[in-house]
Structures are given as C-alpha cells and as structure tokens.
C-alpha cells in the first residue's frame, strides 16, 4: 500500500450565498470544493491547475485549516486533521506553510524584515533567546536566496524589489521549518523576469529540505517546469490528474485539451490548434446535471446530461468513463 504523507478524500467546502428568501428554509450554497481526493508524497510537488473561480484557491485554505471542511477527510502525517481544535491546528501550521500571491499585500509594511520572518517564531515560542531566533531568521533569508542575509535584517518591504519581497514571505514559511509548503500563484504577481528565479528557488527547496509543495496556478505552463503531478479542477472537482509529462504531452480530458490549446508555442513553425471553450464557466450554486463540464464540453453526447463521470484518477480513465457512457 502506498504510503501518503497528506491524504484528501472527497473534501467538500459550500459556503452560503447569502441568506435564504422568504420561499427557502436554507440559503443556497456554493460548491467551491466539490469532493476532491488527492494524495501527495512526502517530497511531491503537485501542481493543482484552474481558471479562476474553480476552486483551487478554497482547496488551499481548507487545507491549511483557514476553512472549515463541509465534508470529507484530511490526513497529515498520519493524523486526521479535517476538524482540529484550536491547539492542534496551530501545531499543524508550523508543519504546513502558505506562500500567497501577492507579495506587496502580504507584507505588513511597518515591520521590518526582521520582525516580518521573526513573528512566526514568536507566535509558535520557538525561539528560546534572541540570538537563537537571530539564528533561525537569518538561516531562512539565506535559504530563500537573499544574501547577506544580515543586510536585509532592517530594512522594510518598500525597500525591496518584487522578487525580494516574494522571497522574503517564502522565507517567513521556511522559518517554521514546514514539510508542506502550499504556494498560491507564487509567481503571478511578479514580472516575467524574476518568475524563473523564484520557481528555481521553490525547486531548490524541495531537492535542499524535502519539503512538499502544492502549487496553485492558473497556467499550465508553469507546472511543467517542476511539478511531478499536474490535477486539473474544474468548477470545485479534479477532472484529471497525473504525471506531468503525460498531462502536457497526452491530455485527456477535453478541458485540459482546451487549457493546453491556449498555450503559445514558442515556434512559429508550430501550430497549435486552438480549442476555444464556448459560454461561460457554470454558476457554482446552480451546478449542471450529469457531467458538470458538458455545457461546454466540445464532445458532449447525449448520456452527459445525465450521468457524471466522478472523479478521474488518470487522464486516460477519462475517455474509457466517456466510451462507457457512450455503450
Ligand atoms: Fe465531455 Fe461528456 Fe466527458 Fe463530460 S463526460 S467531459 S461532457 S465527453
């Protein structure tokens, strides 16, 4: 049996949109984690692939214990985490660490380097001394790249560029020394330039500290840079997960088609068929019956209306599910 260091089965997480009309006795809901199984090893990186609004996001702070779970099952390092008490929870946030998108939001501008990655420390009393936390902080900027660490000590986040700021909220994770690191488009709010570096530092970190990562992005592209699973979502569910080489080169699943289509090829020689999705992405309250992607799905049948394919573990699964429902 294989052995997984985090276990999610069928999570859900409906949130009320609004407060239920005079003709209803409960609000309605949005399905923005819709039963999600995944599993991850220790040292994996998976990265979990969207367009905004799918859900991925809503899977991050689920996991992280920043929302409750509506249903389903969360086991980390052996321990079931889904409904934890206050003290347990903070005890699994020194293990599982977010990196968020957006380094200028992120950082609390009146607090110095020092104090910004220092505060986890404090907030989890892992520090015994002031030269012990010195130690730890200093070790964390290093291993994020910003060198000499001892110079960016005093400074404040708007004396730093983009990239440094990034590094500075990925070192405030590392200080806790996490064995999971879920890191939320880390790279989408930072120039072109400076993407390859920070995913080069993310890379480094899984090879240096064996820790996992969940990698939240919109764009496939950067997922074949150093992921060893790609999961494709779609409205709250994966529609298709597997290795990423196979998901790039041999997509199944007509919606991983449609988002791989879109990618430019650097090649002007090469071209791509672009497969351009019609209508909008369903209304996660009112969700479609039967497949919940056939009101898009260029290769929608009859059957698709009514019968939903679940969950599907490997992209090729997918089209046997399809011809299944074809018999
Ligand atoms: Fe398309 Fe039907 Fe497959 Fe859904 S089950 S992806 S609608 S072919």
């Given at each position: 049996m294989q052995d997984y260091f985090l276990e999610v089965q069928g999570l859900k997480k409906y949130f009320a949109a609004g407060k239920p009309s005079l003709f209803q006795r409960v609000a309605e809901q949005v399905h923005a984690v819709d039963g999600v199984d995944l599993q991850l090893k220790r040292g994996e990186v998976v990265a979990m692939v969207g367009e905004s609004g799918c859900g991925k996001s809503t899977l991050a702070l689920t996991l992280m214990g920043l929302e409750e779970p509506t249903a389903?099952?969360?086991?980390?390092?052996?321990?079931?985490?889904?409904?934890?008490?206050e003290h347990d929870r903070k005890l699994m946030r020194q293990k599982i660490q977010m990196v968020f998108q957006d380094p200028y939001e992120s950082l609390n501008p009146t607090q110095t380097i020092e104090q910004i990655v220092g505060?986890?420390?404090d907030v989890h009393g892992l520090a015994h001394t002031k030269a012990e936390r010195e130690v730890r902080v200093i070790k964390a900027l290093e291993d994020a790249g910003l060198k000499p660490a001892?110079?960016?000590?005093?400074?404040?986040?708007?004396?730093?560029?983009?990239?440094?700021?990034?590094r500075v909220v990925i070192a405030g994770a590392l200080v806790l020394e996490p064995h999971l690191l879920i890191a939320d488009e880390p790279v989408s709010m930072l120039d072109v330039s400076i993407r390859a570096e920070i995913l080069n530092l993310l890379a480094d970190l899984r090879q240096t500290r064996q820790i996992s990562?969940?990698?939240?992005?919109?764009?496939?592209?950067?997922?074949?840079?150093?992921?060893?699973?790609?999961a494709v979502m779609y409205l709250g569910r994966i529609v298709e997960i597997?290795?990423?080489?196979?998901?790039?080169?041999?997509?199944?699943?007509?919606?991983?088609?449609a988002l791989l289509s879109v990618i430019p090829v650097p090649n002007p020689r090469l071209r791509r068929q672009r497969l351009i999705l019609q209508g909008e992405t369903p209304?996660?309250?009112?969700?479609?019956s039967g497949c919940r992607f056939h009101p898009r799905c260029p290769v929608a049948f009859e059957e698709c209306r009514v019968v939903d394919p679940a969950y599907v573990e490997i992209g090729r699964e997918h089209r046997a599910a399809c011809l299944l429902l074809r018999k």
């Open positions: 389903g099952k969360i086991t980390f390092e052996s321990r079931d985490i889904t409904h934890s008490n505060e986890p420390l001892s110079t960016y000590l005093p400074r404040y986040p708007h004396q730093l560029s983009g990239g440094q700021r990034q990562i969940i990698l939240i992005t919109h764009d496939l592209g950067t997922c074949g840079y150093f992921a060893d699973r790609i597997g290795p990423t080489h196979d998901v790039l080169t041999n997509p199944q699943h007509p919606y991983t088609k209304n996660p309250i009112h969700l479609p």
